[in-house]
Structure formats: C-alpha cells, structure tokens
C-alpha cells in the first residue's frame, strides 16, 4: 500500500466499521421492536425529551400511530422510553456516520489526495449513504399508516444497501491496499462470481423472514417439522407469492438456499487446495470456509431456540461478515486468470 493512501484506507475502514455498528443496533432496534417508537424523522435530528413534559409530548404523539394502538396500548412511559432509545441510538449513529464520510471527503479532496480515479467512486459512495438514510425512513414509514409493522420488502431494501454500502467500501480500500492484481484461478474465480448474487439473494430471503418473523415458525432442522418441504410452502394462490409473503415459503427458500452458498463455498475451498495460491489468497478462502461455517451454524440455532434477540442478532451480523469475507475473496481472485 502506498503511504499517501493510508489516511484514506483508515478512513475507509472507520466507515466500515461505523456501518457494522449501524447494522448491529439497526439489529437490535428490530429485534426489540423499537423501531416505530420515532413517529418524526428530520435531517440533523434532535436531543432527547429533557423533562417529563417533553416525554408525555413525545409519547402522546406515538399514541396516534397503529403501533401503540394495536400493539403497545398498555406501556407505560418508562417502557416506551425503553423502546425510543434504541431507535434514537440508530438514527443518531447514521447521522454520525455521515458526517464521518463526508467532512473527511472534502479535506482530503481540499488537500488534493484524491485521485481522479478515486474521485468517482467516492462520490458514488457518498450517494449510496445518502439513499441508505432516505430507505431507513421509507422502511419506517410503511409501519406507521395502518399496519404496525414495516414492509419486509423495505426492511430488505434498507438492510441490503447497508450491506452493499459496507462492500463497496471495503472494496475500494482493497483497491488501494493491494493496488496490484494477482494471477488467480479461473474455476474459483467463477465459483466465487456465482457466489455473490446467490449470497445477495439469500441475504434479501433473511430480511424477509426477519420481516415476516417467519422464524417463529418450523422450529426444527434439517426439516420442517416432519418433513423437507412443509405443506404451507404451497398454500398461498398463486404459488410464486408463497416466496415472497408466504412464511412457510420465505422460511423454505432462506433454508435451502443456504445449502446452496455452503456448497460453492466448499467447492472453491477444496480447489483452492489441490493448486498452488498467493497466501492471501488462500487467506481469503480460509476465512470465507469458517465465516460460513460460523453463520450456518447460528441459523441452525437460531431457527431452533425461535430467533432469540442475541441469536438474531448475531445471525444478522453474520451475513454482514460473511458478505465481507465473499468480497475478500473476490477481490484476491480478480487479476488475471491463469
């Protein structure tokens, strides 16, 4: 890595981990059911209540909304206080996140250290942030019409672009530590192509089981209760609509699919093998094999103890590595192929 470039890889990475946080709480903002405590939403935000009058304000607003009134009608002020902090945390640490891209953006641009060919891609970074905030209050939005609970096509959407927010900028501080591309192997190169949008695919299908809570339901594994594919997998009209809304169907594809992603995983892993690899390239592969060992095996058991919050979490930010790990090893097989 050259020198010039290390402000702006730790940069980078202090972006990276500031969206892992983001994803993190925005985990446990969900899995706690906080995320409809806020019913405003503006962009520079706000303090905290700083008295009771504040509070009761704040909470007579929340009484308007589907949440409370179909859900929540018995709390209390002290447990909706429970349920406002951890959205308040979320929104406030995406604000600060944003101020970590772009305040250091225009320094390093006023400084002159940003190449033409980064430019762009900084730019696009930028942008893809931006419209990650905007898909936080689209998402929340759709909680507080009617349904106290948001859209599982949304919640996708805001969880997905946090995940290719988080890629793309781990990619582009790969781009600048090992500005020189390795001869790589054209069979894991493609199983790892291959690899991503199904990884992706299946990243969306855990957004909608989170979604839909389908993981409070066949709570047994490798089957489905007492067999492979449950009768409710096809009990909606038409059938296509069981994968998308469907619990049973949503449950089935995540299930499934995960196999698949194990499987190319291995199949890379074991070529890596048998032929002869840069070290971080087999790196990266080793790395990839545990990652997906690690989430498999939370979503077992999480699927099996109904989705406790610190298991959900975990399975959540599993994803999170996981998809890292996959751009690692991308980004090890990307030069020329041999």
Known sequence: MNNTHRPIVIWLFTGCLLIFLMVAIGGLTRLTHSGLSMVEWTIFGSTPPHNEDAWHELFDKYKDYPEYKLVNFDFSLDEFKSIFYWEYGHRMLGRLLGFVFIIPFFWFLYRKKISKDLLPKLILLLFMGGFQGFLG???VKSGLVSDPDVSHYRLA?????????FAYTFWIALDLIYPVR?????????????????LIIQIIWGAYVAGLNAGWFYNTWPKMDNNWIAEGVTAMSPVWKNFVEGIAGVQF?????????????????????KIELELSQRKSLNILVLMVAIQFILGVFALLFSVPVVLGLLHQLGAFMLLGATFFAIHQFHGKSI
Do not use: C, E, N
């Open 182 to 198: 390795l001869q790589s192997d054209r069979k894991i190169k493609k199983l790892l192509w291959v690899l991503l949008p199904i």
């Open 157 to 165: 959407m805001h969880l997905v672009t946090a995940f290719l927010t």
């Open 253 to 273: 594809v995540h299930r499934y699919l995960a196999y698949v992603v194990v499987a190319l995983i291995l199949i890379a892993f074991f070529r890596g093998r």
């Open 137 to 139: 209050w689209y998402m």
